[in-house]
């Protein structure tokens, strides 16, 4: 008695959503059995706080629905995906500046393991990569999958081109190629870290060895994982917008909001012996990876500003990266772009905007051939949803390089604000 759905993709989700079924259901329904337990309620509210327990029932029903969440999206949500998954795979893909910053995530790895076994685990990975990477796939299932649950938009840009053939889509599958290898330098090492810091505390407690290290990973690099997402990030398509790019700076989020508490009960207490280490967890979690993440990329300070002012600036602004439309707003003094309250707006503006001012410029005669080739480039991109953001951005520094005979090597990397 109802109509037929003529649409194939519908078979395709419906066995996603048997497959997640099976493997989901029993251990979701047993999660929830415990954490509505009125005992089990009772701990985390008086511990956490009852605003902490509302998110709990929501997280699982997010891991619940995750596999078929998208049914009977309205064309309004179906549209505003398709500008954040183009988004997403021109601000990413092949990104050489996303790709070495994945390096600074050594920094916040040392908030949460220690200096000597973190330098033992890059040791064996260095002499054995391979071997070293195997070995943590074979023991982690976090870390098997995690190349394509490290960020919440690459997961669903990839699940969208999942089963696609042709040149173009394989393109756009290995666009965050690059960017899970320099993940696994970070994470491999960092697990292997944290698994040898348990068992040296726990000997023989292999299984909590595992899930100490992969909580480590979680905490210390981000995922977007349907289990690891925190509420702000697995809600609507319109909020999504607001969380691009975020899933790191989400754990980091929560890993500020924990040093807080921390920091709130050393005070309460009158104990001041943890002082060294609150220092020092905030050292590795925010220090580090805002220095050394724009260094590794040669954005350092400018010719008439010293060292030190560069750097206080430039930590004094990273914990703001942490708050949706407040860290765009910030990225205004941070690195001089306009204001946009979501990155996926350069979708609407390199598409439906700038072409139409190019061509109004070319009919006037008054378009510079370097600025037509990069709209182009970038609109090309944009439109056939193409990783040509680096592209674009190599081509441009290297052409204005030449007209004023200043070439670097960050040139080829990072992308300079409009004069």
């Given at each position: 008695?109802?109509?037929?759905?003529?649409?194939?993709?519908?078979?395709?989700?419906?066995?996603?959503?048997?497959?997640?079924?099976?493997?989901?259901?029993?251990?979701?329904?047993?999660?929830?059995?415990?954490?509505?337990?009125?005992?089990?309620?009772?701990?985390?509210?008086?511990?956490?706080?009852?605003?902490?327990?509302?998110?709990?029932?929501?997280?699982?029903?997010?891991?619940?629905?995750?596999?078929?969440?998208?049914?009977?999206?309205?064309?309004?949500?179906?549209?505003?995906?398709?500008?954040?998954?183009?988004?997403?795979?021109?601000?990413?893909?092949?990104?050489?500046?996303?790709?070495?910053?994945?390096?600074?995530?050594?920094?916040?790895?040392?908030?949460?393991?220690?200096?000597?076994?973190?330098?033992?685990?890059?040791?064996?990975?260095?002499?054995?990569?391979?071997?070293?990477?195997?070995?943590?796939?074979?023991?982690?299932?976090?870390?098997?999958?995690?190349?394509?649950?490290?960020?919440?938009?690459?997961?669903?840009?990839?699940?969208?081109?999942?089963?696609?053939?042709?040149?173009?889509?394989?393109?756009?599958?290995?666009?965050?190629?690059?960017?899970?290898?320099?993940?696994?330098?970070?994470?491999?090492?960092?697990?292997?870290?944290?698994?040898?810091?348990?068992?040296?505390?726990?000997?023989?407690?292999?299984?909590?060895?595992?899930?100490?290290?992969?909580?480590?990973?979680?905490?210390?690099?981000?995922?977007?994982?349907?289990?690891?997402?925190?509420?702000?990030?697995?809600?609507?398509?319109?909020?999504?917008?607001?969380?691009?790019?975020?899933?790191?700076?989400?754990?980091?989020?929560?890993?500020?909001?924990?040093?807080?508490?921390?920091?709130?009960?050393?005070?309460?207490?009158?104990?001041?012996?943890?002082?060294?280490?609150?220092?020092?967890?905030?050292?590795?979690?925010?220090?580090?990876?805002?220095?050394?993440?724009?260094?590794?990329?040669?954005?350092?300070?400018?010719?008439?500003?010293?060292?030190?002012?560069?750097?206080?600036?430039?930590?004094?602004?990273?914990?703001?990266?942490?708050?949706?439309?407040?860290?765009?707003?910030?990225?205004?003094?941070?690195?001089?772009?306009?204001?946009?309250?979501?990155?996926?707006?350069?979708?609407?503006?390199?598409?439906?905007?700038?072409?139409?001012?190019?061509?109004?410029?070319?009919?006037?005669?008054?378009?510079?051939?370097?600025?037509?080739?990069?709209?182009?480039?970038?609109?090309?991109?944009?439109?056939?949803?193409?990783?040509?953001?680096?592209?674009a951005t190599s081509i441009d520094n290297l052409w204005l390089s030449v007209e004023k005979d200043g070439f670097q090597l960050s040139d080829l990397m990072l992308t300079k604000p409009k004069p």
């Amino acid at each position: 008695t109802r109509p037929l759905l003529f649409d194939l993709d519908g078979a395709g989700r419906h066995i996603v959503s048997v497959i997640h079924d099976l493997t989901h259901r029993e251990a979701i329904m047993d999660a929830h059995k415990i954490l509505t337990n009125g005992e089990v309620r009772g701990e985390i509210e008086n511990r956490y706080g009852r605003e902490t327990y509302q998110q709990i029932v929501p997280w699982l029903q997010s891991i619940a629905h995750d596999a078929y969440k998208a049914d009977g999206l309205q064309a309004v949500d179906r549209m505003l995906r398709g500008i954040r998954s183009r988004a997403t795979i021109m601000g990413m893909g092949y990104r050489i500046t996303t790709m070495v910053t994945q390096l600074a995530g050594y920094m916040s790895s040392l908030e949460m393991v220690k200096v000597k076994h973190m330098a033992g685990a890059i040791k064996d990975f260095a002499v054995a990569p391979f071997e070293t990477n195997e070995k943590v796939n074979a023991l982690s299932e976090t870390m098997r999958y995690r190349s394509q649950n490290m960020d919440r938009d690459i997961r669903e840009g990839l699940r969208e081109i999942s089963g696609e053939h042709g040149k173009l889509q394989a393109v756009r599958k290995f666009a965050f190629t690059g960017i899970g290898i320099m993940d696994r330098v970070v994470t491999v090492p960092t697990w292997m870290a944290a698994y040898r810091q348990h068992l040296e505390t726990m000997p023989g407690d292999t299984d909590g060895a595992k899930a100490f290290a992969d909580r480590v990973i979680n905490l210390s690099q981000g995922s977007g994982g349907p289990k690891d997402l925190a509420a702000v990030t697995r809600s609507n398509e319109k909020v999504k917008l607001l969380t691009m790019f975020y899933s790191y700076f989400s754990a980091y989020y929560n890993r500020q909001r924990n040093w807080g508490r921390d920091a709130k009960r050393m005070i309460e207490s009158g104990e001041y012996q943890d002082l060294p280490d609150l220092l020092a967890r905030q050292l590795f979690m925010t220090v580090g990876p805002a220095v050394l993440s724009r260094l590794l990329v040669g954005d350092g300070p400018d010719d008439d500003e010293g060292y030190a002012a560069w750097a206080l600036k430039r930590v004094a602004l990273y914990p703001t990266s942490s708050i949706p439309i407040i860290r765009d707003a910030f990225g205004v003094f941070d690195k001089g772009f306009s204001y946009t309250f979501t990155p996926a707006a350069r979708t609407i503006d390199e598409t439906l905007v700038q072409p139409w001012l190019l061509l109004g410029d070319i009919i006037d005669g008054t378009a510079e051939p370097r600025k037509a080739v990069k709209q182009t480039i970038e609109t090309t991109g944009y439109a056939l949803r193409l990783p040509l953001g680096q592209a674009a951005t190599s081509i441009d520094n290297l052409w204005l390089s030449v007209e004023k005979d200043g070439f670097q090597l960050s040139d080829l990397m990072l992308t300079k604000p409009k004069p």
